[in-house]
């Protein structure tokens, strides 16, 4: 399973990317997962719902099923938060593991960067990042620069730099 990160500052648009990215990648014939660190304390569950009942009872997983789709829920309570290369393998395998954020994690990165932000650019404290996506103009990088609204383009990046080079979009003759 090859895995590709999207990494940049919070409003910089990566989950806008990824939901573009994603059926570009599908339609290409990769099967696409995602996996998406958040920051800020989340819950995919409702008060008063079953699940939540238990895990609110002290259940350390709760795992939810019907004919559509399945969710398991792991409360670390005191445990650490677990980083990407443990969080992995419990993915199942795919063609492509699209990372968003996990920013200080060790895996190959497209920075999503917005100057308008007046934020650093992370590339230059990140060796993994290989690429920058920006709406910038004369955006000055050592790294290729990829026109954020592009999405083709970033495609085409991402299958090179994943070794997917036979699915890469033939340019128009």
């Known amino acids: 399973m090859k895995v590709f990160g999207l990494a940049g500052w919070s409003g910089s648009g990566k989950t806008t990317l990824l939901k573009q990215l994603i059926p570009i990648l599908v339609e290409r014939g990769l099967k696409v997962s995602t996996l998406k660190h958040a920051h800020h304390k989340f819950d995919v569950d409702k008060p008063g719902k079953d699940s939540y009942e238990h895990r609110e009872a002290g259940a350390s997983e709760v795992m939810i099923a019907s004919g559509n789709r399945w969710a398991l829920m792991h409360e670390l309570r005191d445990e650490k938060e677990p980083t990407l290369q443990e969080l992995i393998p419990r993915m199942t395998p795919v063609d492509l593991l699209l990372i968003e954020g996990f920013k200080k ?8 960067y917005r100057p308008s932000l007046g934020k650093r650019m992370l590339h230059k404290d990140d060796t993994n990042i290989i690429a920058v996506a ?3 103009d004369f955006l000055e990088s050592t790294l290729p620069v990829i026109n954020l609204n592009d ?3 970033i495609a085409d990046f991402i299958c090179k730099a994943c070794d997917f080079n036979h699915i890469v979009r033939k340019a128009a003759d």
Do not use: C, M, S
């Open 105 to 112: 994690e060790d895996h190959q990165k497209l920075e999503v």
């Open 151 to 153: 999405v083709e383009a």
């Open 134 to 136: 920006t709406d910038e």
